[in-house]
Structures are given as structure tokens and as C-alpha cells.
T-cell receptor, first 113, second 113 residues
Framework: GENVEQHPSTLSVQEGDSAVIKCTYS??????FPWYKQELGKRPQLIID?????GEKKDQRIAVTLNKTAKHFSLHITETQPEDSAVYFC????????????FGTGTSLTVIP | EAGVAQSPRYKIIEKRQSVAFWCNPI?????LYWYQQILGQGPKLLIQ????????DSQLPKDRFSAERLKGVDSTLKIQPAKLEDSAVYLC???????????FGPGTRLTVT
């Protein structure tokens, strides 16, 4: 079936360093890839997204890259801060299954002051 | 603009009891999603509505779960009877259309004892 794999499951970085989270997807028809940040006990919040006609998108310290050929996309956070600590989820929207969103299993990011 | 509203925020029931969750999407959003998020996992889609019609319910355990969106606005998700493994956070999300950004509600944390 359709799925999205996400790695790593946990990530610890020193404040100021960069963090990279990677996801792969199975359906080559997938065309929309959002990233969500979820703090403990709170709702997932969209932080950045990318569509399949674009290879890279940047918003201040956050960037997402997409490799359609390899069917993977990555989240890059630069100059990490303690408030970046949260669980991050990638997702892929798959038009062949009613535009369903399939989520990765999450990456727990800890930024050490 | 007001966000997605859900109630109740917390619910504790015994197994074999029934429970219902309510969701009010962002005004004007045609697409509504119900997700189940088990602790430590990504959200899993249960059902997706477009206005008052079901787009996808392939992952909804129909022997015990039901959902409706009769007037194409609010939605309710019901579990009857509940099992221990139904303990999770139930997230509602909405988007303007099936290809659009999703906005999540705060979720309902269900504990089945």
C-alpha cells in the first residue's frame, strides 16, 4: 500500500547547528508534501510545504527539498534554537487515493542549549 | 480567522462504552478529515469528507466507527463499542479543497480503560 517513511526517529543537535529530516514516499503521482511541527500535547502546525513542480523552498531558517526521481524530500532547519524542539511529521498527498495524506512516523527533535 | 474547533478535549471511558467527538471546521472549508494519532505515531486518516459526501473511508473500522457530516459543515465521529486499542488522540482537520493545505484542530484525547 501507499506509505511514507521518515528518518531519523529521534535527533539531538546542539543549539546553532543544523538539523535534517528525510522522508521517502511510494507513489510517484504524489504532488504535495507538507511538513508539520507538533509540540507536546498540541495540534500539528504546518511549517512549510512544497509542490511537485518545485525542487526547493525556503522560509527563513527552514527549507524543504524535493527529489521526484528518487521520491524523497527533506526538511532542513538551520541555526537551531531550543524552541525548535518538537516532533516533526512529513506527509505526502497521493492523488491516486482520493488525495489522501499519508504521514511519516515522526522525528523527535531536541535542541540542546 | 477562527481555527478548527473540536470537543471534548479529553474523554475517559470504559471498554465497550460508546463515545462521540465533534468537529467544526474553518468556515468555508469544503474538505474535512478525521485522523487517529496513537502515541508516538503519525496521524492516520480515518475518513475524508468533501462537503457532505465521503471521499475515502477505507481505513475506518466500520464495525465500530461511524462518522457523518450531514449539512456539509460540522462533523461527528462515533465509536461504539470502544476497545482498549482505540486510546489515541482524534484529530480533525479541514482544507478549502482536497488539494489544499490542512489545518488541524486541537484534538480529542481518548482513554479507554
Amino acid at each position: 500500500g501507499e506509505n511514507v517513511e521518515q528518518h531519523p526517529s529521534t535527533l539531538s543537535v546542539q543549539e546553532g547547528d543544523s538539523a535534517v529530516i528525510k522522508c521517502t514516499y511510494s507513489d510517484s503521482a504524489s504532488n504535495y508534501f507538507p511538513w508539520y511541527k507538533q509540540e507536546l500535547g498540541k495540534r500539528p502546525q504546518l511549517i512549510i510545504d512544497i509542490r511537485s513542480n518545485v525542487g526547493e523552498k525556503k522560509d527563513q531558517r527552514i527549507a524543504v527539498t524535493l527529489n521526484k526521481t528518487a521520491k524523497h524530500f527533506s526538511l532542513h532547519i538551520t541555526e537551531t534554537q531550543p524552541e525548535d524542539s518538537a516532533v516533526y511529521f512529513c506527509a505526502a498527498q497521493m492523488p491516486n487515493t482520493g488525495n489522501q495524506f499519508y504521514f511519516g512516523t515522526g522525528t523527535s527533535l531536541t535542541v540542546i542549549p | 480567522e477562527a481555527g478548527v474547533a473540536q470537543s471534548p478535549r479529553y474523554k475517559i471511558i470504559e471498554k465497550r462504552q460508546s463515545v462521540a467527538f465533534w468537529c467544526n471546521p474553518i468556515s468555508g472549508h469544503a474538505t474535512l478529515y478525521w485522523y487517529q494519532q496513537i502515541l508516538g505515531q503519525g496521524p492516520k486518516l480515518l475518513i475524508q469528507f468533501q462537503n457532505n459526501g465521503v471521499v475515502d473511508d477505507s481505513q475506518l473500522p466500520k464495525d465500530r466507527f461511524s462518522a457523518e457530516r450531514l449539512k456539509g459543515v460540522d462533523s461527528t465521529l462515533k465509536i461504539q463499542p470502544a476497545k482498549l486499542e482505540d486510546s489515541a488522540v482524534y484529530l480533525c482537520a479541514s482544507s478549502q479543497s482536497t488539494g489544499g493545505e490542512q489545518y488541524f484542530g486541537p484534538g480529542t484525547r481518548l482513554t479507554v480503560t
